[in-house]
């Protein structure tokens, strides 16, 4: 059975904890802190959708598969960003679904997609309900009602093609049920994003994740070979051969759509066999401009680690006062995470020790970076803890150049400081490429009156920030609604006008997932 998060928190509920004793003084100390309770009074709207149009939907998914309970509902509402998680705990729940369906095959994805279009129905494709921009929130304005289209039955692994090395799963797998299935056959897709506990293959193709292992495997874009996806008008496949010429590449359209072009059912991925075994250690520099030029370095050298990860000099401070088991005296500047967990890795890791050592890093073993590894998926539930003694903790990531890195850097730091004084502004770099790299912050911020304007307040400015100095919007987050305005300043009238027409020809009455992503 698929573990369900928390409706007003993340993740497992058996995980949920108070906030660590020596990161409550450190938090205390710099921001002050409150106890801030979640509501247990939520209540949801009615369902909007007539009992006849619901039973036209049971005749076709089969009994059990059509969903209109409340904790069901609640279950699937908003996605797991601070704002979405305030509005939770707030009890308000005020963007319910009017039911849930769960389908298991491509064909009653298209039969749901096709009661949809006929009923005028909103339908929001849900995979794992990590989302933290706004992507599952839909307009439902002049729809008759708004259908949370649930993949988690869609959970199978249809085939391996252990010649070529690729692998088929339905939409609906979460990342640790991908990996265990690919262990029964030696192989691994190592796709680690934060979220990976939760999150789905299907999530993973529509917002372009990237993993925390992406120096050495890629992003899932990279990953993907194939595709088959349910829309409005009819079925696409893509993925005949490993590279082709034929005409844009579509897979790439519909990587990153986030449900607004149609449902993806199948994702075709590359894997790699399991290493036999994996390393992960920690390096000091003593600044953060300083560890990013080093990261250059390895990355234009052909010197890639599987794991290269490196916090600025705040969020090295944070995270040595709160790994007390592990020990932080004399360590400052700017902390690095090494991870090898491919062979090829690891017979690079003598180079690679090699090379930091020359650029100024001072070795700090491997009881720190095994003590990253454990805890890689753990930083979403600090949040939650955090925001129960009052303080407001947000994440925003960009991506550019290596040139433009420093300024870029200075520029979101100082919008979101003027916009929450006293607040901590973290960043890390987690993902690198030969040419740039991805800018990742961290902000805790003592709560105000309105969390949610004080944040979006501080948020547009930061985004306002990121499109000024020539970086994405977002590396790895997608767009959802929350970066939709300065998507448009991104691509500019052209690229509006490409994906508008994209969305006319394959979503012609706009019933998927309506004001995400499309400016």
Known sequence: MTLEMHPQRWGDPAHAAPLPASTHALVDAFLGTRDTPASDGATLPE????????????????????????????????????????????????????????????????????????????????????????????????????????????????????????????????GPAAEAMLAEHGLTLSHFPQSFEFASIGGFAATRSSGQSSAGFGRFDEMVVGLRVATPVGELVTGSSPANAAGPDLRQVVLGSEGTLGVITEVTVRVRELAPEKAYEAWAFDSFAAGADAMRHLVQHDLRPTVLRLSDETETMVNLASQSEVGGEGISGALMIVGYETPGALRRRETVTAALGELGAKPLGEERGAAWARGRFHAPYLRDSMLDVGVLVETLETATFWSRRQALYDAVRAALESHLPGALVMCHISHVYETGCSLYFTVAARQGDDPIAQWHAAKSAASDAMVGSGATITHHHAVGTDHRPWLAREIGEVGVAMLRGLKGAVDPTGILNPGVLIP
């Open 47 to 174: 369902p909007g959708l007539s009992a006849d149009l619901l039973d036209s939907l049971e005749s076709l998914l089969g009994a059990g598969a059509v969903l209109a309970d409340d904790e069901t509902r609640r279950l699937r509402t908003r996605g797991k960003s601070t704002p979405d998680l305030l509005l939770a705990r707030a009890g308000d729940l005020g963007d319910a679904p009017d039911v849930v369906v769960r389908p298991r095959t491509h064909e009653e994805v298209a039969a749901v997609l096709g009661w949809a279009v006929e009923h005028h129905v909103a339908v929001v494709p849900f995979g794992g309900g990590t989302c933290v921009t706004g992507g599952l929130a839909a307009v439902r304005d002049g729809f008759a009602g708004l259908v949370s289209l649930d993949l988690v039955r869609m959970d199978r692994l249809l085939d391996v093609d252990q010649v070529s090395m690729t692998a088929t799963f339905q939409p609906g797998v979460r």
